[in-house]
Structure formats: structure tokens, C-alpha cells
């Protein structure tokens, strides 16, 4: 459990429903974009715990290839007598505390590439179900943590219920004032963690724990964390060894230790090797070579990002490379955050750009293009919007939205990362002489032949602003297409929100048009949909549309018994930092119970509006001992992001507490490297920003086992 990698219930809902009709299909709500555990099935946990998009199976293309073969042999480790394949290993025991066991390639209910199908009862009875990737909760998913902010100190304000809600500002005692110090974590964090580590040899606890210290990132003075990491990467267990190679980028340190056990880990030569044991299996040189991108990413001079970028263009540049290899270095590549403002850096980035551009312009055939498709994404991490170098680049990914009968169409998954691309390089008029992107991709958005192309490019018109995509935007708003509206509703909202950050930066033009929110409130009054619904209150919350909150609680507290569409409309509300619905969204999480995604989504809402009550309850019902797995997964994130310095202690007792169980400790551990990661985003928020997720391979995310279903 990397992490805690969190599973899904979906399957477990759909197939019990499935029994109690007697095998007959039932028409689904839409799936959730919250993955809850299984409670009570043994081999269905996967490690980690980020609650990531709907569904529980990687969105992956049409031209997804199968597996890859088999990797090399890895070492045997003394606590488990044995050798262990890099690959997927068998079936593993349930964990020591009595839940379910948590094997993330190893699992036996990983899912296949392709949809997850539920299966049917009584015979041939029953049709099998399928989860759409195209709905745009998927997206929102992906990208909510920039907009969330949960642990940005200007995001978060005096909650309600404290003596500065009433005593004023003079007296600053907000949530984000109750971050750990430094001395807390190390002297107090760091050392439990390191006591349940070096206590167990239960997958869970081990790896939860490897990312918690990782997550911190600093030493101890009685310990280095490259000494807790590197044995662990001989252990029989993969989960742990592709955790351990991540944690050594995690930490983002680029001493003289981890970068050159990072390089030898990805290339599977020398120093990395030797650590290993052996050859270095596919998914162990995928997760290291995430942390060289990572420490890139917070490497503050052009040195260690000059190094980390020659190791990476090996990977992609060469032939035969694993396909997880090579995805992840693509992604790293776009990680590299190199200073522009400097020779070096603008040096730096023309090379990570040629490199990808010249990979990415490779005619593969069909087969590798959803490989290739995470080339258009990491070139819009690297560039500006407005730079010459975007201005001929967005000229490309435009020229790759057409259809265009004369000539071969490359595959959707391209288009769909060209769609992604746009809307952060684009600019809003185009220039006289550049060809018009805005009205590529509005052309996109009506006609092009893949839906998750069209949606993006809604998507991207609305990242790019300015009066005619707005106006662009409205129009479309305006059709009556049910699955459509809720994608525009969404573009608009993200309109709206860019066109706040603009007029709060002073950058540029006037606030942002009263017409398009007056659009979105008038639209939540007469629909229906939930999924609609659920849009619309994103969409209004990101464009702080105060004046919409009594009809968004109003709507809350009616559909509670629609828990996605209630969950969003809590967000929403936090969104907008509507501090009159605190209670409001109070009663639906306490009256949640298994309802896993109104839990989770109720309980980050809290954590937004800075909540303390709400903080204090998820600390008790977590540490209780009355907690199912669903509350416990819900708390354990939502506490990790609102970082509470008073949750410490508890969590230190339930970590070292073996009655506990073992997933419950396990999660203790995570919402413990939660508050003392000093990070202001959750830190796989650079990977999972503007990606093309429908183009994933199994080690970036399949909602269970990739770096990004990391908790």
C-alpha cells in the first residue's frame, strides 16, 4: 500500500445490487469519483489512499497495448523466504488486523486494462456494466487540488464557531495557524513512524509509513531517511520496493545519496543495481524514475535539474524501453520547472522540449501513440503561455485537433492531449500572423469524432479566457445536450475563476462578467440532472457566487440521498468560502455513515472552510475505535490535507497501538505524513495537473496501484 492506495466499492455496489435484482441489470447512477475501500474483502484493497476520479479501473484508450511482459527477477528477502517478481505477484494474505489485504500489483482484483465489467448471477441472466470515462467529474478529479488549496494559508480563513469568527481578524487563529513546526515533525513524527516501521512486516503499515517520512523529507538527528528507504528497496515485497524507490525522490533532496541511487534505480545500472540486488523490475525503475522528476521539480538550482534531465532523456530517447518507464520519464521531463528568467534555465528547457517534441513527432503507429500523447501535456508544464516557443507549438497541437481526410489522423488520444495542451499554452485573440487555436479548438469542441476530445477543448477554451471564448462558452451552455451542459457549466466556472485571478493580480481587463454567473445560477434553479447539478455547483463555487449558496444548501440538504451530486454541491459551497453553510455540510457528513463519497467529500469541505468542530469529530470518530474502513479512509485524507497540528497525538497512539489493525494504522501513518508535509499542494499535484488520464498506464494511475492514486 504505497502510500495507501485506496480501491474502489464501486464493484462491490454493482455486483451486490446485481444479486439483490437476481442477476437482472440495473440501470447505475453514474459512477463516483470517490474510491472508498471494500470493506471485508479480502485481496480487494490496493495500497495507498488517494480518493481519485469515478470508477475503479484506469481510463485507458482504445489502443492501450496489453501488459507489458514480465519483469526481471528481483531479490529474495530474509522476511519472506522467497523470491519476488517485479511483476505481479500472487494473491496475498489478508492483512494482520483483520482487513482486507492491500497488494497493489499484487492484488488479485487489480483490474484490466479496459473498463471495469461487473459480473452477473444466474446464469446468462444480466447485461454487463460499464463505467463512462467522459463524464467530467473525471477531470475535476484529476485538477481539484490547485483549486481547493486546502493548505495554502491565503485559502483559509477564520472559521465559524471560534472567538475570531467574532472577535475579528486582530486576532489571526486560523486553521493554517495550527500547522506543525518543524521540531514536531521531527522530533515527534518522524519517530513514530520510524518505531511502526521498524515494528512490522505488514505491507500497509510499511509503505504508508515510507511515504509519511518521505513526505516530511527531513533527518532526524539519530537517523537519515536514505538509511530507512534503501534496505527496503531488497525486500521480497514489490509494493515496497517501488515505494521506497519513489520515497528517495519524494523527499526532494538532491544529495550526494538519493540522486545517484534514483539514477541507477531508472537506468537498472551501477549504484541502483547494487542497492536492488538484481535487476531492477519495470515497475520499480517506473516509480524511480517519478522521483527524479520530483526532485527536479523542487530542486532549486539548474544543476541537479541538468542531471536529472540527461537520465531522463536516455529513457525516452532509447529503444525498448518499458512503457511505464518511458511514460514516466515524459512526465518528468515536463516536471523539470527550470527558471526561464536565466541562460540556463531557458537552455535547459529548449533541450527537455526538443527532446519531447522529437519523440512525440516519431511515427510509432497506433500502438505506442498513447505513450506518446503525454508529450503535448509535459510540453505545456514547460513553457509560458504567450512565449514564442508556445505560439509554434500551439500551432502544432491545433494543426493535430483537425480532421483532415487527406492525410492519416492520429489516434484520439493524441488529440486529446493536443486539447489539454491548448489550454495552457493558447492565448485568448490570436495573433495576425498565427493561425486562430481558440477557434481550433471550438471547432474540436463541436465536431471532432472522440467525445473526450470535444470535452477537453470545452475545457481548454475555458482555461484560456477572454470575452469571445466566454461568449463561445455560453453558446454551447445554452444547447440542450445532457452530457454536454455539465462539461460547459464546468468551462465556465473555470472561466470565471481565471478571469478573478486575473483582476486579483492586476494583470489585466475588468472582473469577471456578472452575465455568465446570473447563466450558471439560473441553470442550477430548474436542473435535475445530478450530475448537472453537481457541475453547476463546482462551476458557481469556483466563481465565488456567494449570492447562489442559499439555493446550493437548499439543494444540499433536499438531494442528500443523491450522494455524488450532494458531494459536489459541499465543495461547491467550500469553494465560495460559504461559512453559513459550515452546519449545514456538518449534518451531512455526520449522517454520511458508509456513504463514502458524501463522507470524503463533506469532510474536505470542512477542512476548506477551516472548521475546527469538524476537525476535532474526524479526529474522535477516527481514532474511536468504532470506524469502518470508509470513515477511516475518508478522515485519514481529509486530515492529511487540513493539517492540523492537535491531530498528532491521537494519530501517533493509533499508530502505535496494535490493536488497532493494521489498515487503521496504516492510515494513522498517512494522515501523520499528511499534516507534516510542508508542501503547499498535495505532492503529486504537479503529475496530476492538466494530464491526459484517458492515456494512462497502470504505475501513473489506475485508481489503485499508479503514483497518482498515492494518498
Not at 528481483?74 to 494473491?91: D, I, K, M, Y
Not at 462578467?513 to 447539478?533: H, M, N
Request: aromatic residues 6%; proline residues 8%; glycine residues 12%.
Amino acid at each position: 500500500m504505497p502510500a495507501l492506495r485506496l480501491p474502489s466499492l464501486v464493484g462491490f455496489l454493482i455486483a451486490s445490487e446485481l444479486v439483490a435484482h437476481g442477476g437482472a441489470y440495473v440501470p447505475p447512477l453514474p459512477p463516483p469519483p470517490v474510491q472508498p475501500p471494500a470493506p471485508g474483502r479480502p485481496g480487494s484493497v490496493p495500497p495507498g489512499g488517494q480518493y481519485r476520479g469515478p470508477g475503479d479501473t484506469t481510463p485507458s484508450g482504445p489502443t492501450t497495448p496489453g501488459p507489458a511482459g514480465p519483469s526481471s527477477p528481483t531479490p529474495s528477502s530474509p522476511s519472506t523466504g522467497g523470491p519476488s517478481t517485479g511483476g505481479p505477484a500472487g494473491p496475498s494474505a489478508p492483512a494482520p488486523g483483520g482487513g482486507p489485504s492491500t497488494g497493489g500489483a499484487s492484488s488479485p482484483s487489480a483490474p484490466a486494462p479496459a473498463a471495469w465489467r461487473a459480473p452477473t448471477t444466474g446464469g446468462s441472466r444480466g447485461l454487463p456494466l460499464e463505467h463512462d470515462f467522459n463524464t467530467w467529474d473525471y477531470w475535476w478529479e484529476f485538477n481539484k487540488n490547485r483549486f481547493l488549496m486546502l493548505r495554502d494559508v491565503d485559502a483559509r480563513t477564520t472559521q465559524t464557531g471560534s472567538d475570531d469568527f467574532y472577535l475579528g481578524p486582530t486576532r489571526r487563529n486560523t486553521a493554517d495557524v495550527l500547522r506543525p513546526t518543524a521540531e514536531e515533525t521531527v522530533q515527534v513524527v518522524l519517530p513514530a513512524l520510524k518505531r511502526a516501521i521498524d515494528g512490522t512486516t505488514n505491507r500497509d503499515i510499511a509503505t504508508a509509513c515510507i511515504v509519511a517520512m518521505a513526505k516530511i523529507g527531513g533527518d532526524h538527528p539519530e537517523f537519515q531517511l536514505v538509511d530507512v528507504f534503501v534496505p527496503r528497496l531488497r525486500v521480497g515485497d514489490q509494493e515496497v520496493r517501488e515505494t521506497a524507490a519513489l520515497a528517495l525522490g519524494l523527499m526532494s533532496r538532491n544529495d550526494t545519496r538519493s540522486l545517484p541511487l534514483l539514477e541507477g534505480l531508472a537506468l537498472d545500472v551501477g549504484a541502483g543495481r547494487s542497492a536492488y540486488g538484481g535487476a531492477v523490475d519495470n515497475r520499480t525503475r517506473a516509480f524511480a524514475t517519478y522521483g527524479l522528476g520530483l526532485t527536479a521539480h523542487g530542486a532549486a538550482g539548474v544543476a541537479p535539474k541538468q542531471r536529472v534531465f540527461e537520465i531522463l532523456r536516455q529513457l525516452v530517447e532509447g529503444d525498448g524501453v518499458d512503457r511505464n518507464v518511458k511514460v514516466a520519464a515524459i512526465t518528468g521531463l515536463g516536471l523539470l520547472a527550470p527558471n526561464a528568467r536565466t541562460y540556463d534555465g531557458r537552455k535547459l528547457r529548449d533541450e527537455a522540449i526538443e527532446v519531447l517534441g522529437r519523440w512525440f513527432e516519431r511515427d510509432l503507429g497506433a500502438g505506442d501513440e498513447f505513450v506518446q500523447a503525454h508529450c503535448p501535456t509535459a510540453i505545456g508544464k514547460l513553457l509560458a503561455r504567450g512565449d514564442a516557443a508556445s505560439t509554434r507549438w500551439c500551432d502544432r497541437f491545433a494543426s493535430l485537433l483537425a480532421v483532415d481526410k487527406s492525410e492519416r489522423r492520429r489516434g484520439n488520444a493524441i488529440a486529446q492531449s493536443c486539447a489539454l495542451a491548448l489550454g495552457q499554452l493558447a492565448e485568448p485573440a490570436p495573433k495576425a500572423s498565427s493561425p486562430d487555436h481558440c477557434g481550433a479548438l471550438l471547432e474540436a469542441s463541436r465536431s471532432h469524432p472522440d467525445a473526450l476530445t470535444r470535452y477537453f477543448a470545452l475545457i481548454a477554451l475555458g482555461q484560456i479566457g477572454g470575452q469571445d471564448n466566454g461568449s463561445a462558452l455560453l453558446k454551447e451552455f445554452s444547447r440542450d445536450n445532457t452530457l454536454r451542459r455539465p462539461w460547459c457549466a464546468l468551462a465556465l466556472g473555470l472561466f470565471v475563476h481565471g478571469e478573478r485571478e486575473r483582476q486579483t493580480c492586476a494583470e489585466i481587463g475588468p472582473g469577471p462578467d456578472p452575465f455568465v454567473v446570473s447563466v450558471l445560477r439560473d441553470a442550477l434553479c430548474s436542473a435535475k440532472e445530478p450530475g448537472l447539478v453537481g457541475a453547476l455547483g463546482i462551476a458557481l463555487g469556483l466563481c465565488g457566487a456567494t449570492d447562489a449558496a442559499p439555493m446550493m444548501r437548499a439543494r444540499l440538504l433536499d438531494g442528500v440521498a443523491k450522494e455524488q451530486m450532494a458531494g459536489y454541491l459541499c465543495v461547491g459551497l467550500a469553494l465560495m468560502q460559504e461559512k453559513e453553510a459550515v452546519d449545514d455540510i456538518r449534518k451531512v457528513m455526520a449522517t454520511s455513515g458508509r456513504r463514502s463519497e458524501l463522507l470524503v467529500q463533506a469532510a474536505i469541505a470542512l477542512g476548506r472552510l477551516g472548521d475546527r468542530e469538524a476537525a476535532e469529530l474526524m479526529m474522535e470518530r477516527m481514532t474511536g475505535g468504532q470506524a469502518n474502513l470508509v470513515q477511516l479512509a475518508a478522515f485519514a485524507t481529509a486530515l492529511s490535507q487540513i493539517g492540523d497540528r492537535r491531530s498528532i497525538a491521537p494519530l501517533v497512539r493509533m499508530l502505535n497501538d496494535d490493536q488497532s489493525g493494521a489498515l487503521a494504522r496504516a492510515f494513522a501513518a498517512a494522515a501523520l505524513g499528511g499534516i507534516g508535509d510542508w508542501r503547499r499542494l498535495p505532492w503529486n499535484t504537479p503529475i496530476g495537473a492538466d494530464i491526459n488520464y484517458r492515456a494512462a498506464v497502470e504505475t501513473l494511475t489506475n485508481t489503485q496501484t499508479g503514483v497518482l492514486d498515492i494518498l
